[in-house]
């Protein structure tokens, strides 16, 4: 979504050749085949770990740590494998969401008229804080040293991205819709 937003504002005269259908299924293809590769590993990986104690998970969200926590024996293979892992589903995302914003606003600074300037920020806005909220829920649990891991902050973080920023999404995509942007200053005065 990055790249197409990219796109739309540096070359919008151009979108439809350099956005074709072909690439946008790639684009959708990679993204669901890591995924698949990624969640067949870790599954994979979980189900060779013996279980001794309580198969009871005291979280919010059935996540991979608090279910680790419950597994016995070693576990610095698995450690290894989720920091691999975490680097190539987060953090290379992460870096090329932000490279393409960073081009994003080198283009957006390049424009001349203040309101063409304004109404390319509100349109990639929205993107950027959700992609911000999302992933710096993801960084915040998944690149914390094991000692100050907390199931207690661990709930709360988890309610937050399973429950509270989906629902914001919908609010968040609509402050680019005047009528909203109103009735929210209507509210607020």
């Known amino acids: 979504m990055a790249y197409d937003r990219?796109?739309?504002?540096?070359?919008?005269?151009?979108?439809?050749?350099?956005?074709?259908?072909?690439?946008?299924?790639?684009?959708?293809?990679?993204?669901?085949?890591?995924?698949?590769?990624?969640?067949?590993?870790?599954?994979?990986?979980?189900?060779?770990?013996?279980?001794?104690?309580?198969?009871?998970?005291?979280?919010?969200?059935?996540?991979?740590?608090?279910?680790?926590?419950?597994?016995?024996?070693?576990?610095?293979?698995?450690?290894?494998?989720?920091?691999?892992?975490?680097?190539?589903?987060?953090?290379?995302?992460?870096?090329?969401?932000?490279?393409?914003?960073?081009?994003?606003?080198?283009?957006?600074?390049?424009?001349?008229?203040?309101?063409?300037?304004l109404k390319a920020f509100s349109t990639c806005s929205s993107h950027l804080v959700s992609v911000t909220l999302y992933y710096g829920s993801i960084l915040y649990i998944y690149s914390r040293p094991k000692t100050s891991y907390s199931f207690d902050t661990d709930k709360i973080v988890s309610t937050f991205y399973t429950v509270v920023f989906p629902m914001l999404n919908p609010l968040i995509y609509s402050l680019r819709n005047k009528d909203v942007k109103e009735a929210l200053r209507k509210l607020f005065k």
Not at 21 to 44: E, W
């Open 6 to 117: 990219y796109v739309a504002i540096s070359k919008p005269l151009l979108y439809s050749q350099a956005m074709p259908m072909k690439l946008c299924v790639f684009l959708a293809a990679a993204s669901y085949l890591g995924g698949f590769i990624n969640s067949t590993i870790i599954t994979r990986k979980t189900f060779s770990f013996d279980f001794c104690k309580d198969n009871i998970i005291d979280d919010f969200f059935c996540d991979l740590l608090p279910l680790v926590k419950l597994a016995c024996g070693r576990k610095e293979g698995y450690q290894a494998l989720m920091y691999f892992l975490l680097s190539s589903n987060v953090i290379t995302p992460i870096a090329l969401i932000l490279a393409s914003y960073l081009f994003i606003i080198a283009t957006i600074l390049r424009i001349r008229s203040t309101q063409g300037r």
